[in-house]
């Protein structure tokens, strides 16, 4: 039994800053990667920002330089430090982890149930 729980998502004026968190736990083996999606109302769920176990990094172009997706291995957590906020950053984030499950073969996604972020004045 694996869980992703997303936290931190609320109402934040134009300019300002939210942070948000994300704490897989269960029967985990390996996480592979962690990451943040978001899906803006009326629109498709997109990648924002993910990292592997490694470190690497990647952003979509529109939260480059705004947004810092972050990790703490030992905790298996991940976070996503947003600044500058835009209206057109309201949606809800969801937060997903790639891992292999104890005693199982292969990474399977998981998914948190979701975050709803609001930027408006």
């Known amino acids: 039994q694996v869980q992703v729980v997303e936290s931190g998502g609320g109402l934040v004026q134009p300019g300002g800053s939210l942070r948000l968190s994300c704490a897989a736990s269960g029967s985990i083996f390996s996480i592979i990667s962690m990451g943040w999606y ?40 991940v976070y996503l430090q947003m600044n500058s906020l835009k209206p057109e950053d309201t949606a809800v984030y969801f937060c997903n982890a790639a891992l292999i499950v104890r005693y199982t073969w292969g990474a399977v996604d998981h998914w948190g149930k979701g975050t709803l972020v609001t930027v408006s004045s």
């Open 38 to 77: 978001r899906q803006p109302p009326g629109k498709e769920r997109e990648l924002v920002a993910a990292v592997t176990s490694g470190g690497t990094t990647n952003y979509a172009d529109s939260v480059k330089g705004r947004f810092t997706i972050s990790r703490d291995n030992a905790k298996n957590t």
